[in-house]
């Protein structure tokens, strides 16, 4: 018994050691000096590019604060909204910082951390339609950029509108405002500050927010890995002092402006 016995007990004992030297990817962040994060640049106030065609925005700055904790330089990684988590698992970048919904169904293949940010929705139409409310899109062609979450849920609405309504994706955000300002599309829903922002620059004439979409508050996280615990506690620390330093909070009036949400859902711990 004992020939076999030991063998075997050694090839445990190795596989714990190999296990225990294995690398999280907070140290392999850290290591290498850089921090890849995926962020959306067509999404305004949280992502974009000034005049120099520098990214800038929100979670520009948020990838920027999160290097900046870590002792690493950023590295900003252009990625459109259906790319962000398989430019994760691909492991073209490390994080997500890219104001990403936290669904339970996303939740299936990365890890989330608590929310960083969280969306009010808006219903911005073209002036020519008289859509007023998000109540007056029945029987409209509307759209949203495709697999987040406002589009998902403007969706299930249409198909429960029936005939006359059509809805239609699309890639970008600036794709959605551009069909819109064409008359391709007579009203989107997007977040307050997608649509605010894109009214006032003044690339797409002929459009306006005119309401509110009754769809939850949309809380969004960081994401890594679900398997990296490491590195998701310490991105979950890094959210928290965010709020506790007043970082947050001074963001929000660089690129938004007015009251600051609250991060938390009433009545749950996390």
Request: glycine residues 8%.
């Amino acid at each position: 018994m004992n020939k076999f016995t030991l063998p075997a007990a050694l090839l445990a004992v190795t596989a714990v050691a190999g296990t225990a030297a294995q690398a999280d990817k907070l140290d392999d962040v850290i290591s290498s000096g850089k921090l890849r994060c995926a962020v959306v640049l067509d999404f305004p106030p949280m992502g974009m590019r000034d005049e120099n065609n520098e990214p800038i925005g929100f979670d520009v700055d948020y990838c920027n604060d999160l290097a900046a904790a870590l002792g690493v330089e950023a590295e900003i990684v252009e990625t459109p909204f259906p790319e962000r988590i398989p430019a994760l698992m691909s492991g073209r970048v490390d994080v997500g910082v890219a104001s990403t919904s936290d669904t339970l169904e996303r939740a299936k293949t990365v890890g989330f951390t608590v929310p960083y940010f969280a969306f009010e929705m808006a219903v911005t139409a073209n002036d020519e339609t008289g859509i007023d409310s998000f109540e007056a899109m029945k029987g409209h062609t509307v759209g949203a950029v495709a697999g987040t979450y406002e589009a998902i849920a403007l969706e299930e609405f249409v198909n429960e509108w029936g005939e006359g309504s059509t809805f239609r994706p699309y890639q970008t955000q600036a794709d959605v405002f551009l069909a819109l300002s064409q008359g391709q599309l007579d009203a989107t829903v997007s977040t307050s500050t997608v649509a605010q922002a894109n009214v006032k620059s003044g690339n797409f004439e002929g459009i306006s927010v005119v309401g509110t979409a009754p769809f939850d508050i949309d809380y969004v996280g960081l994401f890594a890995k679900r398997d990296e615990y490491g590195f998701l506690n310490y991105l979950d620390l890094f959210v928290n002092q965010q709020v506790r330093t007043g970082r947050y909070e001074e963001l929000y009036e660089k690129w938004i402006g007015g009251d600051v949400p609250s991060l938390s859902v009433p009545g749950v711990y996390r």
